[in-house]
């Protein structure tokens, strides 16, 4: 589809594999793959590493300065409802 097309593109841009894009399909309602990137990297999350689908939730590998960071999105509304570390 265009959409995933097109969030495969803006993933190469952020240097992200399009596999990571492709785990799962987005639900229906989900903001952009940029538009959450963008929401990600504006709380301090920078670089993204990884972005996938999980049982609904966006999956987030970031470093937050120099700590690599796992984190649960929510795609509809970019609210992130977890942030641990990723060993």
Known sequence: ???????????????????????????EGAKPISELAKMIEEQGYSPITEISFDRGQLEVEAYKGTNKRELKVDPKSGKILSDRRDD
């Open 1 to 27: 589809s265009e959409m995933c097309i097109r969030d495969r593109m803006v993933g190469a841009s952020l240097g992200l594999s399009p596999l990571s894009l492709a785990d799962e399909r987005p639900p």
